[in-house]
């Protein structure tokens, strides 16, 4: 059974543009979350999508955005990037809601410069 | 406020030494307690959530409600268990958000 994917592993962008990360989980599970993670902060929740709705969302911007599709797979966007933005970030899945075990994806490397 | 403290950043022990990763978290409500580990160069995993009551490679940990802690605790450290830590806290509901500690790094010398 594969894991969950997260494409691309590596992005390197420059202040203003913006990004799309994806992450594709375990088949047949159908609640995908992203989280963020830097030497600083942590891990901090961004966003949980369950049936291609947003079930709960984090304390960061509305530059932050997601979306789920209709066969699970997840989009994450980030608009007009800062600095700031420069993280890891990670997609976990799990098959449904209320405190599951997370599976999570190896992560894509974002940096801005 | 929804919070997860994990006190030490490192931990150094040398094999066969007992260990014990301390996780406090502040939560009005009732919790979902879990710690995840990350071995390097490998993908953050569950080891072990509190409403189990299990053992996962000889570790547990007990919810105490009343000083708000989930330590995770193993009699006899290993030289496999080097690895990064995190306690975290599910609150509860229809949800899977995880609010992270920021982790302890454990480093068993042989």
């Known amino acids: 059974k594969a894991g969950v994917t997260q494409t691309p592993r590596y992005l390197i962008k420059t202040r203003g543009q913006q990004v799309t990360l994806s992450c594709s989980p375990i088949s047949g599970h159908r609640s995908v979350s992203w989280y963020q993670q830097t030497p600083g902060q942590g891990l901090q929740f961004l966003f949980e999508?369950?049936?291609?709705?947003?079930?709960n969302k984090g304390n960061f911007p509305g530059r932050f955005s997601g979306r789920q599709f209709s066969n699970s797979r997840s989009e994450m966007n980030v608009s007009t990037l800062e600095l700031g933005d420069s993280a890891l970030y990670l997609c976990?899945?799990?098959?449904?809601?209320?405190?599951?075990?997370?599976?999570f994806g190896s992560g894509t490397q974002l940096s801005v410069l | 406020a929804q919070r997860v403290t994990q006190p030490e950043k490192l931990l150094s022990v040398f094999k066969g030494a007992p260990v014990e990763l301390k996780c406090n978290y502040s939560y009005s409500g009732s919790p979902e307690l879990f710690w995840y580990v990350q071995y390097s160069r490998q993908r953050l995993q569950l080891l072990l959530r509190?409403?189990s009551r299990e053992s996962i490679k000889g570790f547990t940990a007990d919810l105490n409600k009343g000083e708000t802690s989930f330590h995770l605790k193993k009699p006899f450290a290993q030289e496999e268990d080097s690895a990064m830590y995190y306690c975290a806290l599910n609150p509860g509901g229809a949800t899977n958000k995880l609010i992270f500690g920021t982790g302890t790094l454990l480093a068993v010398q042989p």
């Open positions: 509190h409403i």
């Open positions: 999508y369950f049936s291609e709705t947003q079930r």
């Open positions: 976990a899945s799990s098959l449904g809601t209320g405190a599951e075990k997370l599976f």
